[in-house]
């Protein structure tokens, strides 16, 4: 909750030990992602690495700016890890987001607009370039969105594997699910209007497994079972 008039955040006692949940998150997930510990097998840190450097991220608009007035070494390591994954691969790991967490669907035409302008416009502000990805809130999508998105130049965007409904075949539509859906691949989504953008599907029990279950507790835990879930997409 931000104070409308001064901008902070109000004190919340469900984000103790810290003042409110910006600081906790902060503390639990990006700072601790942006000086990222390798370990030893006795548990010792032996280097820290920017995690930033390595997987797509996105940071929503508000946050962003919080972190650029509370914690600006947070927010360099995370435009370097952008910078760093541009320069290896010709595109950066940073993604654009929503600007006001919205979804996305129930937003009438022109907040759609907006919602999407103003995100584009602060990416190119806390990163120096244009997005070429934008996460959706909820990962909610319609066609009407996917057209804005498209037509403001977003390539692509991330959703659900159980959105998937059918993919267009040389002999027509072709029902999948989300066990039937390869993940292993970006699909091109044609839109009404003739337009395209790309989706990509995340992996939907690897991503529980981080949020729910304590997988990145382990390191070695955490590899072993990314393994073994490319090896039964590779097997597919």
Same mark, same amino acid.
């Given at each position: ?145 996917? +057209?804005? $998105?498209?037509?403001? #130049?977003? =390539? /692509? ?6 959105? %998937? ?47 729910? +279950?304590? $997988?990145?507790?382990? #390191?070695? =835990? /955490? ?6 879930? %490319? ?6």
């Amino acid at each position: 909750h931000e104070d409308a008039w001064c901008g902070d955040r109000l004190v919340k006692t469900s984000a103790a030990p810290m003042r409110n949940w910006n600081q906790r998150i902060l503390r639990e997930s990006y700072a601790t992602l942006a000086w990222a510990g390798r370990l030893d097998g006795e548990g010792r840190i032996q280097e820290s690495r920017n995690g930033y450097e390595w997987i797509n991220f996105s940071g929503g608009p508000k946050l962003m700016d919080w972190r650029r007035r509370e914690n600006p070494a947070l927010l360099a390591r995370m435009r370097l890890g952008d910078e760093l994954s541009r320069k290896r691969l010709g595109h950066g790991n940073a993604m654009a987001q929503i600007y006001h967490n919205m979804i996305l669907p129930l937003a009438t035409e022109r907040d759609k607009l907006l919602e999407t302008v103003w995100a584009i416009e602060d990416f190119r502000y806390h990163f120096g370039r244009r997005p070429e990805g934008m996460w959706l809130s909820e990962c909610a999508v319609d066609s009407a969105s996917l +057209e804005i $998105l498209a037509a403001k #130049g977003i =390539r /692509f965007v991330v959703l659900a594997p159980r959105q %998937a409904r059918a993919l267009v075949t040389e002999n027509g539509p072709a029902p999948v699910d989300e066990g039937s859906l390869d993940i292993g691949e970006p699909y091109l989504v044609r839109m009404p209007s003739g337009a395209f953008i790309t989706a990509v599907f995340y992996h939907g029990p690897l991503s529980q497994g981080i949020a729910f +279950e304590g $997988l990145l507790r382990d #390191g070695e =835990r /955490f590899w072993q079972r990314i393994s073994s879930e %490319a090896s039964g997409m590779n097997a597919q």
